[in-house]
């Protein structure tokens, strides 16, 4: 079981920590990452980590300003999001796999990438 906290509502330029904890196994080995979803629309990838740390990568919109890392000592990933905006408003998503592949690779993540998912944190950010 993953379980997200740490949303709420922020200002603009502000700053969160979103954390995705895990119950019932160790995410050692684990590629994680984290989407997020505005109602009505798609749920879009923010960006991931290799289970290693060894990789870590973003999506454009978030590139610069949002950075994850783990602690598997405690068994939790986080999503440090600073300068944030109000188009940054939406549900966070943490997700996790047992494959490093589609993090390891060049490219924009899916959903389907991912076999285990939290229930979500809403995230407001106001202007």
């Known amino acids: 079981q993953l379980v997200e906290s740490g949303g709420g509502l922020a200002q603009s330029g502000g700053s969160l920590r979103l954390s995705c904890a895990a119950s019932?196994?160790?995410?050692?080995?684990?590629?994680l990452a984290w989407f997020h979803q505005v109602p009505g629309t798609e749920r879009d990838w923010v960006g991931c980590i290799t289970s290693s740390s060894s990789t870590t990568r973003y999506s454009d919109s978030v590139k610069g300003r949002f950075t994850i890392s783990r602690d598997n000592a405690n068994n939790t990933v986080y999503l440090q999001m600073n300068s944030l905006k109000p188009e940054d408003t939406a549900v966070y998503y943490c997700a996790a796999d047992l494959s490093d592949y589609y993090c390891s690779a060049y490219k924009q993540g899916y959903p389907y990438e991912y076999k285990y998912w939290g229930r979500g944190t809403q995230v407001t950010v106001s202007s």
């Open positions: 019932g196994f160790t995410l050692d080995y684990y590629a």
